[in-house]
């Protein structure tokens, strides 16, 4: 099993805290190989803080990164990406979006692959309005952006190489970063595994995901994104940008010839090999 960093933004979530880091510590310690915790403090008003930094005392392998301010979703997690030491990272919420014991199955299909998205199996955890959203989201940005580039989701739970996003600029300031992986991923020929799993609703505290400034935040990244790398031509990834090299167990995929998803091809693969249609992806 390789080793992984788990990241997790925290806003005021006190109420949610004590039991998520009982759990989410026993599932880490069962995946059976090396782990950190980097808890990401984003601006928290209350005792959030206070329980972090004394749960980072007493358990090894947890570590807290204070950003004093809020910066939201996307943003808040830059800094974790950056000082992230596992072979590869991902990130979870107090909340609970996904149950954390799904983990190691999760982490099995990067023996064959560079990287994880993991979609919604359904929205029913969503209330009425962020369903809407959701499919609205999804939606847009299958019809932005090209075929070659198209996922069955795009903010989902991701697990990448962290070598991949260390070498990379992270840029979205929103949660079109999770787009901007993947398509970044693509960009560099890194094979993504697209994997359903079923995701959690919220228990208590607020949620803060369907807000209209956050939408407004999205939106306007995926705008700026799409005439950055589509209408301008702009390159995604720098020339040089290159991965420490892993060797990883592939095989030849139906219609490699090629890149997309498995709502372009039906394997749930992503094994780019071709530059989409208006857009240099490597300069």
């Known amino acids: 099993?390789?080793?992984?960093?788990?990241?997790?933004?925290?806003?005021?979530?006190?109420q949610l805290l004590p039991s998520f880091l009982e759990k989410?510590?026993?599932?880490?310690?069962?995946?059976?190989?090396?782990?950190?915790?980097?808890?990401?403090?984003?601006?928290?008003?209350?005792?959030s803080l206070d329980i972090m930094r004394r749960f980072a005392r007493e358990t090894p392998g947890v570590r807290v990164l204070d950003l004093e301010r809020n910066y939201g979703p996307g943003a808040n997690i830059h800094?974790?990406?950056?000082?992230?030491?596992?072979?590869?990272?991902?990130?979870?919420?107090?909340?609970?979006?996904?149950?954390?014991?799904?983990?190691?199955?999760?982490l099995r299909h990067l023996h064959e692959y560079d990287g994880i998205s993991a979609y919604r199996t359904d929205l029913s955890a969503h209330p009425p309005l962020r369903r809407v959203q959701t499919l609205l989201n999804v939606g847009v940005q299958h019809v932005l952006f090209p075929r070659t580039l198209r996922f069955r989701a795009y903010?989902?739970?991701?697990?990448?190489?962290?070598?991949?996003?260390?070498?990379?600029?992270?840029?979205?300031?929103?949660p079109f970063l999770c787009t901007e992986l993947l398509f970044k991923a693509c960009a560099l020929g890194l094979r993504i595994k697209e994997v359903p799993i079923p995701y959690l609703p919220r228990t208590q505290g607020k949620a803060t995901g369907g807000s209209p400034k956050l939408i407004y935040r999205h939106l306007k990244d995926v705008s700026?994104?799409?005439?950055?790398?589509?209408?301008?031509?702009?390159?995604?990834v720098?020339?040089?940008?290159?991965?420490?090299?892993?060797?990883?167990?592939s095989t030849v995929m139906p219609g490699s010839g090629t890149s997309g998803s498995g709502t372009n091809g039906g394997t749930g693969d992503v094994a780019p090999v071709e530059t989409p249609s208006g857009a240099g992806l490597v300069a």
């Open 1 to 14: 099993m390789p080793s992984l960093t788990l990241m997790v933004p925290v806003l005021n979530e006190e």
């Open 24 to 47: 989410t510590h026993a599932d880490l310690c069962a995946l059976g190989s090396a782990w950190e915790l980097i808890l990401i403090n984003d601006g928290s008003s209350d005792g």
């Open 79 to 106: 800094q974790a990406y950056r000082e992230a030491q596992m072979e590869f990272v991902t990130y979870a919420t107090v909340d609970g979006f996904y149950d954390t014991v799904e983990l190691p199955g999760l």
């Open 155 to 174: 903010h989902t739970l991701q697990i990448h190489r962290t070598d991949f996003v260390q070498a990379i600029e992270l840029e979205a300031g929103s």
């Open 224 to 236: 700026r994104f799409w005439f950055k790398w589509f209408v301008l031509r702009k390159p995604m």
């Open 238 to 249: 720098r020339t040089g940008t290159t991965p420490r090299t892993r060797s990883v167990t």
